[in-house]
């Protein structure tokens, strides 16, 4: 580990305090210094209301990790890297892929690390899958990512305001997981949203993509499902049929249990920033962002009933 780097952590709620903190408080490589969040406070660090208040109080900053939801994170973390921070941002990494690509450029321009993460990608069925997978030939991906929105988002009203991803917000996890795992790229040629009539986003999705391979690649996401959540991954290889469940934490190849380190995401996210920053680089993916784009793109919408909040 070369070093360590001050940080600031902004928009403390559920993500942060359930998966943030305690992994930058186990990392050597990050000292915590400062937060900013408009109604939460840090214990032992220096508390800002904005982003804006934090960046004019401590120049000395190393990097920032923004856990705001997404249709704040493009101002967030333009404001970062124009005052010279390093910057991850929690998935997803913004709004729109354009921002997204916009911050990248910034980033590049003012030589600075910018780290858009994708926590499921660090889940431990993931790297294995993927080494499993490479240079086998897929035949069929199904995805079932479901789960019940009122468990795991009370109160949450920005999922369902434009920008909010809706049902893509755990979905694009699923999508995370698929994109780096199979050995060819994945296009998305039809989408059906289950959209509530009192709601901007969907609460279902059906996607229907193709490897460019031309082998199929559906994934149903639900909000409406429940008590037990469904979140797995199947491929179908000419050799046999691998299964990725409970997002990640369990790997299966033709239904045998295969052996796989303990979970720990969000302290690999770390080691991995500050990784990048000592090596004066950046790691911007957009793929599940850009087929969630393009899903709002070709998909159809149909109007279900309302959510009723
Ligand atoms: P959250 O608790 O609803 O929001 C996090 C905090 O962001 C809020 O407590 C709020 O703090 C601040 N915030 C909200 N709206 C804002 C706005 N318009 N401007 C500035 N700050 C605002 O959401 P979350 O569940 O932590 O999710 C945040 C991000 O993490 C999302 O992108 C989500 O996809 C991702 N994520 C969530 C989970 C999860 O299990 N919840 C898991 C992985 C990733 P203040 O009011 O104090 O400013």
Not at 144 to 167: A, C, N, S, T, Y
Not at 262 to 281: D, K, N, P, S, V
Request: overall charge negative; glycine content about 8%; proline content about 6%.
């Amino acid at each position: 580990m070369q070093g360590s780097f001050t940080l600031g952590i902004v928009g403390v709620g559920k993500i942060a305090r359930d998966q943030h903190l305690p992994a930058i408080a186990a990392n050597p490589g990050f000292q915590l210094v400062a937060s900013a969040s408009r109604n939460a406070q840090v214990d032992n660090v220096r508390n800002y209301h904005d982003i804006d208040a934090l960046l004019a109080g401590e120049p000395e900053l190393d990097a920032v990790s923004l856990c705001a939801p997404p249709q704040v994170r493009y101002a967030q973390a333009r404001a970062a890297l124009m005052a010279g921070k390093h910057v991850m941002l929690e998935k997803p990494p913004g709004a729109s892929v354009s921002e997204v690509e916009a911050l990248r450029d910034l980033a590049r321009e003012h030589k600075r690390t910018l780290f858009a993460t994708w926590h499921s990608r660090c889940a431990s069925a993931v790297e294995p899958a993927r080494a499993w997978l490479a240079g086998r030939t897929v035949r069929a991906v199904h995805v079932r990512w479901k789960e019940d929105v009122r468990r795991w988002h009370p109160g949450q009203q920005w999922i369902w305001e434009p920008g909010g991803l809706g049902v893509f917000d755990p979905g694009i996890n699923a999508l995370s997981i698929v994109t780096r795992i199979l050995p060819r790229e994945v296009l998305l040629r039809g989408a059906t949203l289950h959209v509530p009539s009192d709601c901007a986003t969907p609460i279902a999705a059906e996607l229907d993509c193709i490897d460019t391979g031309g082998a199929p690649v559906r994934a149903e996401f639900d909000w409406r499902h429940g008590p037990v959540e469904q979140w797995e991954i199947d491929v179908e290889t000419a050799d046999g049929l691998l299964s990725i469940s409970e997002g990640g934490k369990r790997l299966a190849i033709d239904g045998k249990p295969v052996a796989l380190e303990g979970e720990r995401e969000y302290a690999a996210l770390y080691e991995r920033f500050h990784w990048l920053i000592a090596h004066e680089t950046d790691d911007v993916d957009v793929r599940p962002l850009r087929l969630v784009a393009d899903a709002f793109l070709v998909g159809k919408h149909v109007q279900v009933e309302p959510f009723g909040q």
